[in-house]
């Protein structure tokens, strides 16, 4: 695409550009352009959910909206705007028939079906292109349902607790040194002057299959450690007990000490009775036929809203049917709401603006002297080109193998004239 293209306001547009080429679909009764002439976008379900009641419900409940979920008006109204020329598009021209082809300007959110999808790929990239070429696990770290309601106001200091519990765990784990004893049969715990390091990768998950507020952490670990003294070291050993009684002490302990009374006593030793083997940490080695569909599914949930297109049934303008399989048993539920309603499942889930949902940790979070001394798992060569997938042309074109700037009438490449803002 030619970047060399001169900015121009709607007016504009139509004083230089429509003259000899007018077409009256082009635009809206107001003047404004007509999100559906010739564009390729075809709006989402949630889109068009959010397009016909969001306004209502936003006024009907401003103050509160605003006060738990304060960017909800802003990430919601993108979502609307997305690609349908709202937020300005450009505008291509067949060298051939002389028709105009308008390409709307995405919203570039991650509650956007269509850019989250987008923001995955990335985000996926980068990952791979940071870790190691070594076996990962995947952990995920679940609080009952007593501490949930805890986690959701102010949303960016409690989550960042729970991420903050999740790495001292994993540290606290890591300083536990066992060997193998041939007399006895077992691991045996042994003290060690090395001080180890881990790397992690650690992903948010804010809803279970069915939209609830549930939220609980995924990592991917690396199987090995480096330590101080230069070593690296093979960490395939997981205590599943400790991580589970480690990982309530902590997180009880954080949510006290950054709570104070707002978290009371009696709540911590209640839930250390009721959950004596601390709380349910999955670190079962999962199959995964490589790294990248590991990462691939932690981090699917991190880059859309709570819920895909694809598993909404139906939406006939007043309610939405969804459905999901129950995580205990697989077994199929269908869950017809309101619209209303289904809009506040996602205001439940909507992450702030720049708030970071996957985070790194140890010898992730940047390099290391040992770093040159441990294959990656990309070759730094590929890593430009890998990058050049993910460009908004070839993506398109690997994807729904079509060409998006190829004239749908006479299939020849058009020419990008202008950029409406």
Known sequence: ???????????????????????????????????????????????????????????????????????????????????????????????????????????????????????????????????????HRQIVFTIPKELRKFFFF??????????????????????????????????????????????????????????????????????????????????????FDALSKRFQKNLLDLLSKKLGDDFPNSLKRDLFLNYKNGFYVYAEKKKFNSLKEGIEYVTRYCGRCAISENRIKSYDGKNVTFFYNAHEDESYHEVTVSARDFIFMLLRHLIPTNFKIIRYYGFYRKKHKLHDKIILLIDKAKCSVRKQFLKHEN????????????????????EHVVEIM
């Not at 993506?395 to 058009?414: D, G, Q, T, V």
Request: charge should be positive; aromatic fraction near 14%.
């Open 395 to 414: 993506s398109i074109s690997l994807f729904f193998k079509r060409e998006i700037y190829n004239c749908p009438h006479c299939n020849i490449r058009m």
């Open 1 to 135: 695409m030619n970047n060399n293209v001169p900015n121009m306001t709607l007016e504009n547009f139509k004083e230089f550009y429509l003259p000899n080429a007018y077409d009256e679909n082009m635009f809206m009764s107001d003047g404004s352009l007509n999100p559906n002439y010739n564009s390729f976008k075809k709006t989402g379900t949630i889109a068009s959910i959010l397009e016909d009641h969001w306004d209502l419900v936003y006024q009907e409940n401003k103050d509160l909206i605003d006060k738990y979920r304060p960017n909800a008006n802003i990430e919601f109204q993108k979502v609307i705007d997305c690609h349908n020329k709202n937020l300005g598009c450009s505008v291509f021209e067949c060298p051939k028939c002389h028709d105009f082809i308008f390409v709307g300007h995405t919203c570039k959110s991650r509650t956007c079906s269509s850019c989250g999808y987008k923001y995955k790929l990335e985000r996926v990239e980068n990952i791979l292109q940071t870790a190691y070429k070594c076996p």
């Open 154 to 239: 102010p949303f960016e200091e409690r989550i960042s607790i729970l991420f903050d519990a999740v790495n001292l765990t994993l540290y606290s784990i890591l300083r536990d040194n066992y060997k193998f004893s041939k007399s006895k049969n077992k691991k045996k715990k042994y003290s060690s002057n090395t001080i180890f390091t881990p790397g992690f990768f650690a992903f948010l998950h804010t809803f279970g299959r069915d939209l609830k507020w549930n939220p609980h952490i995924h990592v991917l670990i690396a199987e090995l450690k480096l330590g101080s003294d230069g070593s690296i070291k093979k960490w395939d050993y997981f205590n």
